[in-house]
């Protein structure tokens, strides 16, 4: 039983593996790589798409015609800093935050005259 003590002992050199001392780089290396994947796939983009629709709310002008985030298409008849006017019927105007308007309303196709 002693010998099989001796046996389990620690290795040459003190330290328990043997091994040379692992650099602390070489230990954060794989949380450094899946940051910078998770930057390039995933904050980028969302960081583009934000700049694009501050840049679209801010050249907002009277007669666009929008979609809210809520779906209701309308036409742009007042503007302020924080508030849109949309007109969405004959003589119907509602009152959103900026903020709510999703996008620009896509045209419609126009139909040919073969059809």
Same mark, same amino acid.
Do not use: C, W
């Given at each position: 039983?002693?010998?099989?003590?001796?046996?389990? #002992?620690?290795?040459?050199?003190? #330290?328990? $593996? #043997? $091994?040379?001392?692992?650099?602390?780089?070489?230990?954060?290396?794989?949380?450094? @790589?899946?940051?910078?994947?998770?930057?390039?796939?995933?904050? =980028?983009?969302?960081?583009? *798409?934000?700049?694009?629709? =501050?840049?679209?709310?801010?050249?907002? %002008? !009277?007669?666009?015609?929008?979609?809210?985030?809520? $779906?209701?298409?309308?036409?742009?008849?007042? @503007?302020?800093?924080?508030?849109?006017?949309?007109?969405? #019927?004959?003589?119907? =105007?509602? !009152?959103?935050? *900026?903020?709510?308007?999703?996008? *620009?309303?896509?045209?419609?196709? %126009?139909?040919?005259?073969?059809?």
């Amino acid at each position: 039983m002693i010998d099989l003590a001796y046996a389990m #002992g620690t290795a040459p050199g003190g #330290g328990a $593996g #043997g $091994g040379a001392p692992v650099n602390p780089l070489m230990q954060f290396l794989p949380f450094i @790589l899946i940051f910078v994947i998770l930057y390039f796939l995933m904050i =980028r983009p969302q960081q583009k *798409r934000s700049k694009q629709h =501050r840049d679209f709310l801010a050249a907002l %002008e !009277k007669g666009d015609e929008v979609i809210t985030s809520g $779906g209701i298409h309308g036409k742009v008849t007042g @503007l302020t800093d924080t508030v849109v006017t949309l007109e969405v #019927g004959q003589n119907v =105007r509602i !009152k959103v935050e *900026r903020s709510n308007i999703a996008g *620009r309303k896509p045209k419609a196709p %126009e139909k040919s005259a073969t059809e």
